[in-house]
Structure formats: C-alpha cells, structure tokens
Nanobody
Framework: QAQLVESGGGLVQPGGSLRLSCAAS????????AAWYRQAPGKERELVAA???????NYADSVLGRFTISIDNAKNTVLLQMNSLKPEDTAVYYC??????????????WGQGTQVNVSS
C-alpha cells in the first residue's frame, strides 16, 4: 500500500508561478508513470501533463511551454512546475501516480487534490 500527498497550491497573480508536489510514501519500489489532472468548477477533469519512467512527457496544448512535469526518484515525488499562469488555469489539481510496490504489484493512486487560484 502507498499514499500520495499533494502540496504547493495556492493563490497567485496572472503571470506568476507555482510548483505542485505529489509525494508518494509507503511500500514503493519505483514510479512507473505519473500525471497531473485538473478540474475547474462545472467542467470535467482533464489531463494536464504526463510522464513515463523513461522520461517521455506529454502536455495538454493549453499548458505546453508553460508547465513542466518531472519525477524526483530519490524522493518518490512528482512535480509540476507551472509558469506564466493564467486565470483559466484555476482548478483543483490532482496527481495520479502508477507505482510498483515491493510486493511486485503495479497500482495507480490518486492524490487528494490541491487548489490553484490565479487571480489579480
């Protein structure tokens, strides 16, 4: 079993930056892949960015060039660096991480969500 804890959300002005963290703890051998999703009020959850253990990444067109997803394997943490934030980036952000546990089981977990508000 593992747990994910998200942090780093908050209120920021347009053009500002935030860095979201998703820390995995528990019986973890490695991170296979990870993604960040977001859900704005009244909208469906959408994929923001994804990364695989080999380093390949994928981004939504709306965040390409502004957001960067990465994995800190030493800390079992997934990061999302968000720059040049816009009001339309306001949403609850969720991490989804595919973990390989020491038991050999591969399992995906969701974080609890962290609120990002971009407003002047």
């Amino acid at each position: 079993q593992a747990q994910l804890v998200e942090s780093g959300g908050g209120l920021v002005q347009p053009g500002g930056s935030l860095r979201l963290s998703c820390a995995a703890s528990g019986s973890i051998s490695s991170i296979n892949a990870a993604a960040w999703y977001r859900q704005a009020p009244g909208k469906e959850r959408e994929l923001v960015a994804a990364i695989w253990s080999g380093g390949n990444t994928n981004y939504a067109d709306s965040v390409l060039g502004r957001f960067t997803i990465s994995i800190d394997n030493a800390k079992n943490t997934v990061l999302l660096q968000m720059n040049s934030l816009k009001p339309e980036d306001t949403a609850v952000y969720y991490c989804n991480v595919g973990l390989r546990e020491y038991s050999g089981t591969n399992r995906a977990y969701w974080g609890q969500g962290t609120q990002v508000n971009v407003s002047s």
